[in-house]
């Protein structure tokens, strides 16, 4: 169980950029939380209007955005230029190697989960992908990392929630508060999870909540 309040901060307050980071990043660096199954970080990151991450570069690594509020606009160097609201799985396969930025061009504050995953087979072509208005019951498969992603939107308390069977889920909390076992999670909380077997998160109270299948 990783709690909120455990997580790395970083991000360029002055720039009006926060972040959070459930996993070792950049300038810090835990040797004993560099991954789980092929999940490599989960970060929150919030934006001020007008604020954002110039272009830089990725390589073999398989990256999904989960808008919470807000409105993200992200370009890259293989010409794909989108805005993403809530609701909306963002998917860049950096592969081989591609440059993007992403940036708050709203009024608003902006906040999502971007998660990174290591993909299977390293290199490639870039690939990119939106999928508007993503459903409880669809989840997003990302075969490149051998995982599933799963959102979960329990609109009362005590609804119940299947965590996937699996060799390794990873849940993350956007919102709200769910139950597993003995512990609440709540906003910022995760849980990794190995060989899951009939395990169910309770809602506490109306709440979204990302779960990763993964197979390795």
């Avoid at 209007?49 to 919470?68: L, Y």
Wanted: contains cysteine; glycine residues 12%; charged residues 20%.
């Amino acid at each position: 169980m990783t709690r909120a309040g455990e997580r790395y901060r970083g991000g360029e307050a002055t720039a009006g950029i926060e972040t959070l980071h459930a996993f070792s990043f950049g300038r810090f660096y835990d040797p004993d939380n560099l991954r789980f199954g092929a999940v490599l970080a989960c970060n929150e990151e919030r934006l001020a209007p007008g604020s954002g991450f110039d272009e830089h570069p990725h390589s073999h690594t398989e990256i999904v955005t989960w808008v919470v509020e807000g409105e993200l606009t992200h370009r890259d160097s293989a010409g794909h230029t989108s805005r993403i609201g809530p609701g909306d799985v963002q998917h860049l396969s950096a592969a081989a190697g591609v440059r993007h930025e992403e940036r708050n061009d709203g009024d608003a504050p902006l906040v999502f989960v971007q998660m990174w995953l290591a993909p299977k087979v390293p290199g490639g072509d870039p690939a990119y992908e939106v999928v508007r208005g993503i459903a409880d019951a669809t989840p997003y498969a990302l075969p490149a990392a051998g995982a599933m992603l799963h959102v979960r939107r329990p609109a009362a308390p005590g609804e119940r929630v299947a965590v996937p069977d699996a060799p390794f889920v990873y849940v993350h909390v956007v919102r709200g508060a769910v139950r597993l076992g003995d512990d609440e999670l709540t906003p910022g909380d995760a849980a990794r999870i190995t060989a899951a077997q009939g395990l169910e998160l309770i809602a506490s109270a109306p709440a979204e909540v990302l779960l990763w299948e993964m197979s390795g």
